[in-house]
């Protein structure tokens, strides 16, 4: 899926360039359409070099924009535009006086840049193998492809002919998510249990509808943090290689960008990492009781699967709950899955009780938003999975049966998904996509 990405690099104008050379402290606030933040700043890189430009040093690491909203600035909401239509767009600002020269560059004849490095490591990445059980030892040999979403009830419920959609890694032409399908064996899989501990662990959900226990919740809720912890890890490493890889071939530009890059990623990883270690006690203890559950229900069969986790930072009446970008302090994590049931299934959130001011809040928001209404819940519910949800499947038959128009509305939410370098609009939760799914929640139960 191809994002809009906005930083901002200090530039100097390189020889034999006459043009604007009396101009000092000069800034360029790139927009550029690209797959990752990375490659993004690999385009621009280039760009600017053959615009007669010399990147120097990062003012502003890459954040994933939504919409012209997001600038006050008429110039650059135009570079924003031009940037979604041609790839690129590049305002340059000098101190003394604007500039506001925009150019604007065709993605289609740009010379690509060549990001081999890049997809090694990546590729390396992908067949990283671990066990996150807190018991995790020297016997952790068999590592598996473990399932993320429920398989026996939830991925082959939804399957048909054993394939259901999730998205694809390569986008579409036009630069917008894309879904493909793939085999229930393959989906929504990662490497972060061996196979003794993933069979151990997970049982009692593999194998059993939804029984609103709290050791049921914590398990759904244990995976997806796992899961997350297997993909931010990897992150992590792959800006701490390329960091490495530009200091050994001495581009300094790129080495600052990805020294900025591994930084922030660590960052995200940080709060991660003590909640699972708060998970791991839980467990370890037996004490399921310390995480707090709201399940939704929905007596229709489900046509999504999912499971993810989100960082509250806007509730769904578009409020403030914490800030995402303050990495001092420790951030509320809340997951949500969706489990069968023996009538239908139930999107489970559940968190830690160390987490639960930010956890009750951000539902009891839920509830105010829709006022009552088990329809406008489910729209609600529908918003977020596809709007805060990486991890997800969708069920052959129902997607066959989505209005084009309507494919188009959820493949452009969907499209805004991912990086923790995110510029949110404060109303993602508030509105949008109402009407499609269908869901109707019809009960709602909950811990505490
Ligand atoms: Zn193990």
């Not at 790839?87 to 990001?115: C, F, H, L």
């Not at 059980?133 to 590592?143: F, L, M, R, S, T």
């Amino acid at each position: 899926m191809s994002d809009i990405y906005f930083f901002a690099v200090s530039v100097e104008r390189k020889k034999g360039f006459s043009l604007y050379r009396e101009l000092e402290d000069v800034v360029a606030h790139c927009f550029v359409k690209s797959v990752d933040p990375v490659s993004a700043c690999m385009r621009a890189d280039v760009f600017l070099k053959k615009d007669g430009w010399e990147p120097c040093e990062l003012q502003l690491p890459p954040v994933k924009v939504y919409g012209r909203k997001d600038f006050d600035d008429e110039y650059f909401s135009e570079a924003y535009e031009k940037s979604l239509k041609q790839g690129m767009a590049i305002i340059y600002k000098a101190q003394s006086r604007e500039v506001s020269e925009t150019t604007v560059s065709d993605a289609v004849s740009e010379k690509k840049v060549n990001p081999s490095k890049f997809h090694e490591v990546s590729a390396k990445l992908r067949n990283r193998k671990v066990c996150y059980h807190p018991e995790a030892g020297e016997k952790c040999d068999n590592v598996i492809r473990a399932h993320s979403i429920q398989k026996s009830r939830g991925l082959k419920s939804i399957s048909k002919n054993g394939h259901v959609y999730r998205l694809s890694h390569k986008p579409q032409e036009d630069g917008a998510a894309d879904f493909k399908l793939i085999g229930v064996e393959k989906a929504s899989t990662f490497q972060g249990f061996c196979k003794t501990h993933d069979n151990e662990l997970f049982e009692l959900i593999d194998n059993n509808d939804f029984d609103f226990s709290h050791e049921q919740a914590f398990l759904y809720s244990y995976r997806s943090i796992c899961r997350e912890l297997y993909v931010k890890e990897n992150q992590e490493t792959l800006m701490s290689e390329m960091r490495d890889h530009f200091e050994g071939i001495g581009d300094d530009h790129l080495f600052k960008i990805f020294s900025e890059l591994s930084i922030g990623a660590g960052n995200g990883l940080r709060s991660l990492n003590e909640t699972k270690v708060k998970y791991d006690q839980v467990f370890i203890e037996q004490a399921f009781g310390d995480i707090e559950w709201v399940a939704l229900h929905i007596r229709r069969p489900p046509s999504l699967m999912f499971s993810g986790l989100m960082y509250p930072d806007f509730d769904f009446l578009g409020r403030k709950l914490q800030e995402i970008n303050d990495f001092e302090t420790f951030l509320r994590l809340v997951t949500f899955c969706s489990a069968p049931c023996r009538e239908g299934w139930v999107c489970v959130f559940s968190w830690h009780k160390d987490h639960a001011d930010i956890g009750r809040k951000f539902i009891a928001s839920l509830a105010v938003s829709s006022e009552g209404s088990s329809q406008a819940i489910g729209d609600s519910l529908f918003r977020l999975v596809i709007s805060g949800c990486d991890n997800l499947v969708i069920a052959p038959g129902w997607w066959g049966k989505v209005g084009e128009e309507e494919k188009e509305k959820i493949v452009g939410v969907f499209s805004n998904v991912g990086s923790p370098m995110t510029l949110i609009d404060e109303s993602y939760l508030k509105e949008g996509l109402e009407g499609i799914s269908g869901w109707e929640v019809d009960e709602i139960y909950q811990s505490f």
